[in-house]
């Protein structure tokens, strides 16, 4: 019995211990977070075209930057064409004095759909289709434009030839009717006349009675400017152009209408008559192939002509320069002379040519299409365009991209470095410099790298400095300072050179 009630006394303690356990407090549920600040909307980004330096085609891309905003007195436009000008080739190789430096967007003329008026500005509405002037920055999807540079489009023209009218025909116009002073009877030679400005330049001499033009392009773009209005067609790369004009008219010619420089400037104020003018705006002479050539650009400046104002008085002649990314504090004049273009649009007496349209991506070979003197009238860009890839069977294009062809020097001393004796590799090297440069074969080897003990004869990249650039061989600037007599101008001695001149805007 002790043992049984000892038992139930533990028992009935164990249980009274099970209940006295103090039960454990529910959690307290977690307190709600507070809800994340709203993310601030993205700024908006449009595509735009970028020169990112001076050099080749590479060195423009499409990137995406911040959308311009209309601020007070602007307007913004969305871009639906924009005109592609040989100026811009001189801006990409650094021949061109009006840029700012890279990184730049390039583009000064555009046409397309207004989405948004700025502050204090009337005459214009939204969704009206219009054409923009800028000094710069027209390659991109979405502009801001101040409203006077903002001309409405003709209901019959299209964007296309709203991008392709302002530089070429107000240049035009500027030329032929401001200094030229066109009248009826008189004769014009129009350089370049299946580009751009020399397309313009034709109709708008058109518009003057019994005007008679001289204009030159390759043999195979003569039907066209002939139906364009040209009435004597001249193939400069297989006849001296003087030479035709002075068949035709002994006399010469009453205006010249030259964008070349150089030797062709000489040549132009020779064929004048008296009382004729010379109208100079610009320097395709200079421009040679994807790159800035220093050697081409120095014999362009070489036969330069220089001219007193005496001889000018003897002869009765007369020397005019223009470019329209000067007349920035000219508005007004500006405007009343497009408003005059239009009107002759509008009148059905000039319609501009498009050459072709490329999409944003393809800026490299629209300026290629231009630089190979492939177009005839007006090259585009488009934002909305998709790149085009060529057709089946059809040959590709070449590549602006693609890797450039070993130079001379580049190749022969790979050949050289062939050579197993490290003293031949080095008689070898002399040889080849003095073979490109005319010099001694003994002379000082004056490239820095090469003089290294550390640097390995195999690295011809490593040799061709020293050679590469023109510029710093004293043959080279003997070279240049020897093309052209002092008293003789150049007679088309280079027709191949000649070409990029002649057909490049």
């Known amino acids: 019995m002790a043992e049984g009630g000892d038992a139930a006394t533990v028992a009935h303690e164990a249980g009274n211990a099970v209940q006295e356990t103090p039960k454990a407090e529910p959690e ?15 700024e908006p980004t449009v595509r735009t075209i970028v020169l990112t330096g001076h050099g080749g085609y590479d060195k423009l891309s499409v990137q995406q930057k911040p959308q311009p905003k209309a601020g007070k007195g602007e307007v913004l436009v ?3 064409a924009a005109g592609l000008n040989f100026s811009e080739l001189m801006v990409r190789q650094g021949l061109h004095d009006r840029m700012t430096k890279p990184p730049v967007v390039l583009g000064m003329e555009a046409a397309g759909v207004i989405e948004e008026l700025g502050e204090d500005v009337s005459g214009l509405e939204v969704g009206q289709n219009v054409i923009c002037l800028a000094q710069t920055g027209m390659w991109r999807e979405i502009v801001a434009v101040p409203a006077t540079n903002v001309f409405i489009m003709p209901e019959e ?72 209005g040209v009435d004597h067609p001249i193939d400069y790369r297989t006849r001296d152009y003087a030479e035709e004009i002075k068949n035709i008219s002994p006399k010469g010619v009453d205006v010249v209408l030259d964008p070349l420089g150089g030797a062709d400037t000489s040549k132009g104020l ?22 800035r050539n220093l050697m081409k650009m120095a014999k362009t400046l070489w036969q330069s002509t220089s001219v007193s104002p005496v001889s000018l008085v003897k002869t009765n002649k007369a020397i005019a320069g223009f470019q329209l990314a000067h007349l920035t504090g000219e508005i007004e004049l500006v405007r009343s002379a497009f408003q005059d273009i239009l009107n002759m649009y509008k009148d059905g007496k000039i319609k501009p040519r498009i050459d072709s349209v490329w999409a944003f991506e393809q800026v490299a070979e629209a300026m290629q299409q231009m630089n190979e003197r492939r177009n005839i ?55 080849l410099r003095a073979r490109l440069s005319g010099g001694d074969p003994n002379i000082e080897d004056t490239d ?58």
Not at 28 to 42: D, F, L
Not at 170 to 195: C, E, Q, W
Not at 479 to 493: C, G, L, Q, T
């Open 270 to 291: 020779q064929l004048l008559r008296p009382m004729g003018k010379i109208v100079t705006y610009g320097s395709a002479n200079m421009v040679k192939g994807e790159n």
């Open 78 to 80: 969305r871009v639906k």
């Open 157 to 228: 023209m299209s964007y296309e030839e709203g991008a392709a009218i302002p530089l070429s025909y107000l240049t035009a116009y500027f030329m032929l009717f401001d200094f030229g002073n066109l009248r009826p009877g008189k004769s014009l030679l129009v350089h370049i006349a299946a580009g751009g400005v020399g397309w313009a330049a034709t109709q708008l001499a058109k518009t003057v009675d019994n005007v008679t033009i001289f204009g030159t392009a390759s043999a195979s773009k003569h039907d066209a400017i002939k139906e364009n």
């Open 448 to 505: 820095k790298e090469e003089k290294k003990d550390e640097a390995p004869a195999e690295e011809p990249e490593k040799i061709e400095v020293a050679v590469e650039n023109p510029a710093e061989t004293d043959d080279a600037k003997a070279a240049a300072a020897d093309v052209v007599p002092d008293d003789k101008p150049v007679e088309n001695e280079e027709k191949a050179d000649g070409d990029a001149s002649q057909e490049a805007n």
């Open 28 to 42: 307290k549920a977690a307190a709600p977070a507070e809800p994340a600040p709203p993310a601030e909307p993205a």
């Open 377 to 431: 009238g007006k090259v585009i860009l488009s934002p909305e365009k998709e790149p085009t890839k060529p057709a089946e069977g059809d040959a590709a294009p070449t590549s602006p991209l693609k890797k450039k062809k070993p130079s001379l020097f580049r190749r022969l001393s790979k050949r050289a470095s062939r050579s197993k004796d490290e003293g031949e590799k080095k008689d070898e090297v002399k040889k």
